[in-house]
């Protein structure tokens, strides 16, 4: 393995994102600075091997190293134009009754970053897919290599977006040969954003025993060291919809605008990430009414809200597939013939509820982190009867998330239950955990919990 590599990777994705952060001029505290950098820095290092292959470029170990270095050159600008002097944060340690659980998440991050670096990929979606183009690639220094001389008719995975295989080929390249560390780096990056993010609206211990829940969901867990597209999906939808919340409670229009790239990135990782994204317009629409914002800006901010997760859909299939697959593809062959039946949308829904949700594969694949939600938000419902704008607004995307899933696999076919559907209720795990922290009844006991502390100091 290249250490020297994997750390050169590291200061790229660092700085890629870094230079992002201070283009959209956010304000942000230093360690969720220093994770959202590592994050953006991954999906934006994907786009360097499309530019080469678009270029005609051969993809060695020389041009994509140029290539990168050019690539954060031009990201870096943002900082080296609004240079500031690097504010460090005041180190605070964890008290010692947070240590325990923030011991084991350690360990559990750590044994996920061991599995990603020891177990070669290994799925059945990547070996037919993103990880079969990426070790061609990377033999024929060309993405249009002789692997489609074979007949692929058996599968459909080549024809996904080219983000894994991209990474693959970078990783594959300058660190080792299995690739796929970057998947650690978005994982133990956005685990320790999402503490910080639980740790500022409750008590550490509260905080400390909800991201233990999220991260001991077992599909989801298993994703964070087995390649595929649903864990990054994840991720960047989530992060959208978390600064479209602080958006619609600041009305800083930054946070919009991250929020909008943001949500082109989770559609450029999976395309039909543009369906959630269309029904999310509802909210904004109900937030402009209640502003009584001006019409024409109202319009204007919509329809960029659309238009550039659209134009990352179009980037995907329009141009990085057709320039990338040398075999025919049409959309429209994937969609269901019969739209006129809406029965299958309502059984859809029917069975990720009955199937997916509350049921022993339920259990199963994402243990009792839906039961504990249900109540949880039955104990709110009762007992508190009241709920702040975020929670409404982690409801409101929850909803997005379930009706969205069932629309997608009335829609698309091929987005079949046991598989797409399944994995896709990954983006509604975080948003759950953001209703959490904002539960009055968890409020509550955390209040309670603060008093009966200083009443002990």
């Avoid at 050019?70 to 964890?94: D, H, M, S, Y």
């Avoid at 693959?168 to 990056?189: A, D, E, R, T």
């Avoid at 607004?393 to 829609?411: E, N, W």
Wanted: charged share 10%.
């Amino acid at each position: 393995m290249n250490f020297a590599g994997l750390l050169y990777l590291l200061i790229v994705h660092y700085l890629c994102g870094s230079g992002v952060l201070r283009l959209f001029k956010l304000q942000l505290n230093p360690v969720p600075a220093f994770c959202f950098s590592l994050m953006l820095g991954v999906p934006l290092l994907s786009f360097v091997p499309c530019i080469l292959q678009l270029l005609h470029i051969p993809i060695t170990r020389q041009s994509v190293f140029i290539a990168i270095d050019v690539f954060t050159a031009i990201f870096g600008l943002p900082l080296l134009i609004n240079f500031k002097c690097p504010r460090f944060p005041e180190i605070v340690f964890p008290k010692f009754y947070e240590w325990p659980i923030l011991i084991v998440c350690l360990f559990l991050l750590l044994v996920s970053v061991w599995r990603c670096f020891y177990l070669p990929p290994y799925s059945r979606d990547m070996l037919s897919g993103p990880e079969l183009l990426a070790e061609y690639a990377v033999r024929e220094k060309t993405m249009i290599s002789s692997v489609f001389t074979v007949d692929l008719s058996t599968s459909n995975n080549y024809f996904k977006s080219p983000f894994i295989t991209c990474l693959q080929i970078i990783y594959k390249l300058v660190v080792f040969p299995f690739g796929q560390l970057w998947l650690s780096i978005l994982s133990v990056s956005f685990t320790l954003w999402l503490f910080t993010v639980l740790r500022d609206r409750l008590h550490p211990v509260l905080a400390g025993l909800l991201l233990l829940l999220f991260l001991i969901i077992p599909e989801l867990y298993a994703y964070t060291y087995m390649v595929l597209y649903d864990y990054s999906n994840m991720v960047f939808f989530f992060c959208g919809y978390y600064f479209l919340t602080r958006y619609v409670e600041s009305n800083r229009f930054n946070d919009f605008a991250f929020s909008i790239f943001l949500f082109g990135l989770a559609t450029y990782i999976r395309t039909e990430t543009l369906v959630l994204i269309t029904i999310i317009m509802p909210l904004l629409v109900f937030y402009y009414y209640r502003k009584r914002l001006p019409f024409q800006k109202a319009i204007y901010n919509l329809g960029i809200f659309f238009i550039i997760p659209a134009a990352f859909w179009f980037l995907n299939i329009h141009i990085f597939i057709r320039q990338f697959i040398p075999i025919h593809f049409d959309v429209s062959q994937s969609l269901n013939p019969n739209l006129g039946n809406i029965s299958v949308f309502f059984q859809r829904l029917q069975e990720i509820s009955t199937r997916l949700i509350f049921s022993q594969t339920g259990i199963l694949d994402y243990g009792w982190y839906f039961f504990l939600f249900c109540a949880i938000l039955l104990m709110d419902i009762i007992w508190q009867r009241r709920f702040n704008r975020e929670s409404l607004i982690a409801l409101y995307g929850i909803a997005v998330v379930y009706f969205g899933l069932g629309f997608i696999g009335y829609l698309l076919p091929l987005a079949d239950l046991e598989n797409t559907t399944k994995r896709g209720l990954f983006k509604a795990l975080p948003l759950m955990l953001i209703y959490l922290s904002n539960s009055g009844f968890l409020l509550r006991f955390s209040d309670l919990i603060c008093k009966w502390e200083k009443l002990k100091q």
